[in-house]
């Protein structure tokens, strides 16, 4: 490789074109432990991103046990029937899309080959940080209807959401209206009701004046966690990756996680709370269970949607992310930019990818009860 290549925009794009296949593809990196990815670094650490073709994405969830099993008696008579327990859920494929850029006139500025090659990889390394960034925003937002096409990614709320009332009653809140539309992936919670999550308010904390304030939520807490059978890391090295119990995690917005932290570090000792409210391994943890800050529910929680201060339980082992094949990361040739004046060449980089939930009854949504 010339270091004099790039004395043109059309020399640039033969470098990077010449650069390109030595490159490693690009991809999520593995999950590190002190990155801002909950969501990502969860189905990373699951091994839960799979490639697929096809004009949407396709799933089987389980909406019912059959009911075969039953009690007998010596001679009794048996009649067999075999029901359908197995759905087909569906979505539409979400598409992400950036780039990375050179100028013609870097190269220039470099000392020899190796410094331009390690140019691209620093812009390519970018590329990765935030299709990772906005993959998690998209996590955490979802559409508002059926026929929006809010990149038509269909995040957390949209999977786990409000009911009508407490119990397993979470429907799809994405007609703001009427608050009608039960439909989640193609299956209606209303026909099945394994398919829907469960739900429950609590009396909003006062300010972080007095434990009482706080009891409501601590109470609505210990029964959501009782009801969809959470389970929490017992030592340290179940929150390792690729173990199953490191992806239960509960998510709150900043205003609840400092009433939450105010009541632990506050009152915990004179309360004897212990691991109920306590912390695990240095974490904020409820039932051992870690509670995690996310930022976007600050930004797109919604009382019609979410609810306000909301509190998802979300076991990740029942997550996945499919990813269309031929579209991971998919690197077009480089282009010159008109609008530099032929100085600058981007090469646009695809993701189009889609979140799924195989199990809905096994996720939890609490929020303050609407007055």
């Not at 709150?252 to 506050?266: C, G, H, N, P, S």
């Not at 306000?308 to 998919?330: A, C, R, S």
Request: charged letters at 25%.
């Amino acid at each position: 490789m010339s270091v004099d290549s790039g004395k043109t925009v059309e020399e640039l794009l033969d470098l990077i074109n010449a650069a390109l296949p030595y490159f490693e593809k690009l991809k999520f990196s593995y999950p590190q432990k002190y990155t801002d990815h909950p969501i990502l670094n969860r189905v990373l650490s699951s091994n839960a991103m799979k490639s697929h073709s096809g004009k949407s994405i396709e799933w089987r969830v389980v909406v019912d046990d059959g009911g075969e099993a039953k009690s007998t008696r010596l001679y009794a008579t048996k009649e067999y029937n075999k029901t359908d327990k197995l759905k087909k859920a569906t979505a539409p494929w979400a598409s992400i899309t950036t780039e990375w850029i050179m100028d013609r006139r870097e190269p220039l500025m470099s000392a020899d080959a190796e410094q331009i090659v390690d140019l691209m990889k620093v812009e390519r390394a970018t590329c990765e940080a935030r299709m990772a960034n906005k993959f998690e925003e998209y996590c955490w937002q979802t559409i508002t209807s059926e026929d929006d096409e809010f990149g038509s990614f269909r995040g957390i709320p949209y999977y786990i959401s409000k009911g009508a009332s407490s119990g397993f009653t979470g429907k799809s809140t994405v007609d703001r209206s009427a608050n009608t539309i039960t439909s989640v992936a193609g299956l209606n919670a209303n026909t099945y009701e394994r398919w829907a999550n469960y739900f429950d308010t609590y009396t909003d904390f006062d300010g972080y004046d007095a434990i009482a304030d706080l009891e409501p939520m601590f109470a609505a807490m210990f029964k959501a966690w009782m009801s969809i059978r959470f389970k929490a890391p017992r030592t340290a090295q179940d929150l390792e990756p690729l173990n199953p119990l490191g992806n239960y995690r509960i998510y709150m917005d900043l205003d609840t996680l400092l009433a939450y932290e105010f009541a632990v570090r506050q009152y915990n000792q004179g309360q004897n709370f212990g691991y109920d409210v306590g912390k695990f391994n240095g974490m904020t943890a409820f039932n051992r269970t870690p509670i995690e800050y996310s930022p976007f529910l600050d930004i797109y929680a919604d009382a019609d949607i979410t609810g306000e201060h909301p509190i998802y339980f979300v076991n990740m082992n029942k997550f996945g992310v499919d990813v269309l094949k031929g579209d991971e990361f998919y690197e077009h040739p480089p282009l010159i930019l008109p609008e530099s004046g032929g100085n600058v060449a981007a090469v646009n980089v695809d993701l189009t990818c889609q979140l799924k939930c195989e199990d809905r009854r096994s996720q939890a949504l609490l929020c303050v009860a609407s007055e």
